[in-house]
């Protein structure tokens, strides 16, 4: 039997989030009876539906996997906890934040990436922290790193004794990366090279990320180059963030 499929498992039918599990092992489902292995076999492999397993089989089945959901979102809360800055702790998510969570859960390669755009103090920071907590909420463990743009630069500037190509690296190939504040930093031809090597390795690798920009989406190729922006225009969904500056509307500390 393979130990991970995320093709073979009926999540509708057991009513489990989608995403990909561990299957049990002969030794764990021998307590239901000589058969059941084989039969789970044979469910897995789509040749015996879900309604043929027994409701004891269904019901471990349904156990096995939402444990190991349950275990994957604890492990993301805690890692959020420890990692998102203290002003965005208590970020809140939307509906649509919760989509592309479950989405990223789901099949990280094929859930699309995020823009999201809007002016100063709309809640752009917000709504990304909202959406990495809310891809724990889906149940997905997948480390993540945050990084302004003119931080990445502050990282990634070459100086003696620092290996600017390994910390470059780390942050293109995170799991799941959110690069803030996207167009706000000095432009020069270094930081320029560096934005699009690393949009075009979360591109060509298919790693979701969240990208939050003051730009206008018709100043995105005059400030980030034209490959930069053709690229983010493919593989991201766009949320627009509008209204007044919240920073000054809920004046809080
Ligand atoms: N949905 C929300 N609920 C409660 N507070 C929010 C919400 N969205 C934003 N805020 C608060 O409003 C302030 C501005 O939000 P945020 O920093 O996310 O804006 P921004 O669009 O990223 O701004 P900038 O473009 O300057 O980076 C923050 O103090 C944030 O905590
Ligand atoms: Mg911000």
Redesign the pocket.
């Known amino acids: 039997m393979p130990t991970t499929s995320s093709l073979t498992i009926d999540h509708e039918g057991l009513g489990i989030p989608a995403g990909s599990y561990a299957l049990p092992s002969r030794g764990a489902v021998d307590h239901l009876g000589e058969d059941t292995h084989g039969r789970f076999t044979e469910h897995f492999a789509g040749r015996l539906p879900l309604a043929a397993l027994t409701a004891a089989e269904a019901a471990f089945l349904r156990e096995y996997f939402f444990d190991q959901f349950a275990d994957r979102r604890q492990r993301s809360l805690e890692y959020f906890g420890r990692n998102v800055p203290l002003?965005?702790r208590d970020a809140?998510h939307d509906e649509r934040a919760a989509a592309w969570a479950r989405e990223v859960a789901s099949d990280p390669h094929t859930a699309r990436s995020v823009l999201v755009l809007?002016p100063?103090?709309?809640?752009?920071?917000?709504?990304a922290y909202g959406a990495l907590r809310a891809v724990g909420h889906a149940g997905a463990w997948m480390p993540w790193k945050a990084v302004t743009e003119a931080d990445l630069y502050a990282r990634l500037r070459p100086r003696p004794g620092h290996d600017s190509e390994a910390r470059f690296e780390e942050i293109a190939r995170t799991q799941l990366l959110f690069l803030d504040?996207l167009g706000a930093a000095k432009p020069s031809e270094w930081a320029e090279e560096v934005i699009y090597r690393l949009v075009n390795y979360r591109y060509d690798h298919c790693l979701p990320s969240l990208f939050?920009s003051?730009l206008t989406p018709k100043s995105l190729p005059d400030t980030l180059g034209a490959r930069v922006a053709s690229r983010l225009t493919q593989m991201c969904e766009r949320i627009a963030?509008k209204g007044d500056d919240?920073?000054l509307t809920?004046g809080?500390a």
């Open positions: 002003r965005f809140t809007g100063t103090g709309t809640g752009k920071t917000h709504w504040d939050a003051n963030l919240l920073r809920r809080q």
